[in-house]
T-cell receptor, first 114, second 115 residues
Framework: GDSVTQMEGPVTLSEEAFLTINCTYTATGYPSLFWYVQYPGEGLQLLLKATKADDKGSNKGFEATYRKETTSFHLEKGSVQVSDSAVYFCALTDNAGNNRKLIWGLGTSLAVNP | DTEVTQTPKHLVMGMTNKKSLKCEQHMGHRAMYWYKQKAKKPPELMFVYSYEKLSINESVPSRFSPECPNSSLLNLHLHALQPEDSALYLC??????????????FGPGTRLTVT
């Protein structure tokens, strides 16, 4: 079945450092890909999405490019802030299957120190 | 308005109590979801309503009973819960355009503790 694999955390960075959180997927169809963020004590927020190969999603300084050849959707940010400390989830929905179900990665916890 | 609201924010209940969680959205979305999330884990899908009809039940125990009174409202009725049911319960909604790029919008969740 479809699956999402994220790099294990926790990731600890200093403010203004470069961030990469790796995400790879397996899917039988042509999935749409998402990054969600969960700040401490809150629900999940959609951070960005991409729906086809080579699409780049971007929001709040975060970017991720849908790479079909490497089945990846890595999240990047050029300069992190303390306020970016959160858990980041990579997810997909399968175009060929039940598109109401999100397949989730296990999440990557990010801590940014001042 | 891209907001999904949930009440209550926190709930403590005994194993013999009956309580309900409520969720509301005013984005015109036609699909609504209940998820359960344990600490430091991804959310687990429980139920999906599409156009006010239950379309997915992920083999959830009958002590959880969903209800969709109209396209904007979603309830989760709780009865005879177990301590292991303590978790963050998240509601979400999506346009349900029948396309895989339909993003889901989540509420802030209800933190449930079963004593």
């Amino acid at each position: 079945g479809d699956s999402v694999t994220q790099m294990e955390g926790p990731v600890t960075l200093s403010e203004e450092a470069f961030l990469t959180i790796n995400c790879t997927y397996t899917a039988t169809g042509y999935p749409s890909l998402f990054w969600y963020v969960q700040y401490p004590g809150e629900g999940l927020q959609l951070l960005l999405k991409a729906t086809k190969a080579d699409d780049k999603g971007s929001n709040k300084g975060f970017e991720a490019t849908y790479r079909k050849e490497t089945t990846s959707f890595h999240l990047e940010k050029g300069s992190v802030q303390v306020s970016d400390s959160a858990v980041y989830f990579c997810a997909l929905t399968d175009n060929a299957g039940n598109n109401r179900k999100l397949i989730w990665g296990l999440g990557t916890s990010l801590a940014v120190n001042p | 308005d891209t907001e999904v609201t949930q009440t209550p924010k926190h709930l403590v209940m005994g194993m013999t109590n009956k309580k309900s969680l409520k969720c509301e959205q005013h984005m015109g979305h036609r699909a609504m979801y209940w998820y359960k999330q344990k600490a430091k884990k991804p959310p687990e899908l429980m139920f999906v309503y599409s156009y006010e009809k239950l379309s997915i039940n992920e083999s959830v125990p009958s002590r959880f009973s969903p209800e969709c009174p109209n396209s904007s409202l979603l309830n989760l009725h709780l009865h005879a819960l177990q301590p292991e049911d303590s978790a963050l319960y998240l509601c979400a909604s999506s346009p349900d355009r029948g396309r895989s790029n339909d993003e889901q919008y989540f509420g802030p969740g209800t933190r449930l503790t079963v004593t």
